[in-house]
């Protein structure tokens, strides 16, 4: 069912197992010294940043599509298909319709409950 998914963490994977350092890798790195915060922390807080939290992710609706298909260089949802070939509307450049991902979820933990839409600025890594 998700094998467009694992082909692409597959491919992530691998390319971060052959590159010495990618942006992703520093990313990670500097996720992995970040304390935990609670929701209420974060939320009082209000800075944007990264923030470990330990909690409850649960999908608000189960059969939700955890993508949409939009141009490959703009991110607004179109009605084309996977791999079409086409004239974009809004950046005025030819692209293929491509998948972008999109999650709804809540998270909560014992302080509080937040709904996040997760989304990727640039799709899926590439």
């Known amino acids: 069912m998700l094998s467009w998914f694992n082909t692409l963490l597959e491919e992530e994977i691998h390319h971060l197992k052959t590159e010495k ?8 790195v500097t996720a992995c010294r970040m304390k935990t915060c ?12 990264n923030y470990w ?3 409850l992710l649960r999908l608000i609706d189960d059969r939700q599509q955890l993508y949409y298909v939009a141009c490959s260089s703009y991110f607004t949802k179109i ?4 791999g079409y070939r086409y004239t974009c509307f809004f950046c ?5 319709a491509s ?12 302080t509080n409950i937040i709904l996040v839409i997760a989304i990727q600025e640039d799709g899926f890594c590439k």
């Open 21 to 28: 350092t990618s942006a992703f890798t520093k990313e990670l």
């Open 38 to 49: 609670t929701l209420n922390e974060v939320l009082t807080n209000a800075t944007t940043g």
């Open 53 to 55: 939290i330990r909690g």
């Open 79 to 82: 009605k084309y298909d996977i």
């Open 92 to 96: 005025k450049k030819e692209v293929l």
């Open 99 to 110: 998948l972008r991902p999109l999650v709804i979820m809540s998270i909560a933990d014992h």
